[in-house]
């Protein structure tokens, strides 16, 4: 007889979301699959569920900030056990062979394999997934700590840690939402004289918690103008697919500054390349990251402190949670778990 679980379901293109019963996978060779401890709610799972990526398979699972622990093996795995503690996150693995993979850009592969998209994803009690996705939790983190990194978390870990940035220099971050408060905090911990650029003063007191020494009302000020006040930001990362806050970023950065998109907008962000040449500023958008640097952005964040703030909600409640996600009424991230509680 075959076990089912629980998962979300999504019929078809906007469709709602549904929680149902279905058969629980068992993996297949190279593959694992665990038992979802919690899976965080990202904004990119709303583009899988619009169909903004094209031909995508339907119906689908939704998820892919997700942590658990490995319940089975496939065929030929080794190096990983039972019970191990492991996050997936948009990386859920690659195929090892295209030009990118072989440059050793695995991020950027030709069939990245992303969790809702290549396979169902993580708003589930299990998942397969194959071993090339998995990262080793450390344990000092929790569950519900350790999902949003597989996205939110290394996206901005990554995006700062790779700019030219170094400690000292003033870096902005546009927006304080899920991406932003880690941003935030990351920044802070990296050793940056740190920028929170948000519309409204109500947010301020909470940005300076997180690690801001400064705060730029996009409202009330000019934010290019009160950038250079403080000297020109040697980078902002825009972390809301606003591409009109970004455009007006850009005259706030100092000589050879860069502006870093990881903000998701269909839209077109206005510069003229006389902005660019003036200074030699640079504009470039910044993925998620491997497996590997999942593991990284962790261990950095046991090291330093640094942790997603969540509304934590039960699996059933998905739908619910998917909407206040849409609604913008999550403070800052949330997080699915098949109990209901923080693991």
């Known amino acids: 007889m075959t076990s089912t679980m629980r998962a979300v379901q999504v019929s078809e293109v906007n469709a709602p979301l549904r929680v149902v019963d279905l058969p629980q996978p068992s993996p ?3 593959h694992v699959r665990i038992a979802v401890e919690a899976c965080g709610v990202c904004r990119t799972d709303a583009d899988m569920v619009q169909g903004l990526f094209g031909d995508q398979p339907f119906p689908l699972t ?56 290549a396979y169902q ?9 194959p071993v090339s996705a998995l990262a080793l939790i450390p344990d000092e983190l929790s569950f519900v700590e ?18 030219s940035a170094q400690p000292g220099d003033l870096v902005g971050v546009l ?15 990296m050793g940056f004289d740190t920028v929170a650029i948000a519309r409204g003063s109500d947010k301020e007191e909470s940005a300076r918690q997180l690690g801001a020494r400064h705060y730029i009302d996009d409202d009330k000020q000019d934010m290019a103008e009160a950038l250079q006040a403080l000297g ?11 591409p009109a806050a970004m455009s007006a970023a850009i005259d706030g950065l100092r000589a050879r500054g860069e502006l870093v998109a990881v903000g998701v907008s269909p839209q077109k962000i206005e510069v003229s390349p006389v902005q660019l040449i003036t200074g030699e500023k640079s504009l470039h958008g910044h993925a998620s990251g491997t497996s590997e640097e999942v593991e990284e952005t962790m261990r950095f964040a046991v090291q330093s402190g640094v942790r997603c703030m969540s509304e934590v909600m039960p699996l059933q409640d998905a739908p619910q949670a998917y909407d206040s996600m849409m609604a913008g009424t999550v403070r800052y991230r949330g997080v699915l778990t098949p109990a209901g509680a923080a693991a």
């Open 62 to 117: 939704p998820g892919h900030e997700i942590a658990g622990r490995i319940d089975m093996l496939g065929e030929g795995v080794e190096g990983w056990a039972i019970g191990q503690r492991v996050a997936v996150g948009w990386f859920g693995g690659n195929d090892g062979t295209c030009r990118e993979c072989r440059e050793g850009d695995a991020i950027n592969c030709e069939h990245l394999q992303v969790p809702g998209l």
């Open 28 to 30: 297949g060779p190279g």
């Open 232 to 242: 020109g930001a040697k980078v902002v990362m825009a972390t809301v697919g606003a």
């Open 146 to 163: 350790a999902a949003p990194m597989g996205c939110a978390g290394v996206t901005v870990f990554n995006g700062l840690r790779q700019t």
């Open 175 to 189: 927006g304080i939402g899920g991406l932003g408060h880690l941003a935030l905090q990351f920044a802070d911990k």
């Open 121 to 129: 994803g993580g708003y589930a009690e299990s998942v397969v997934v």
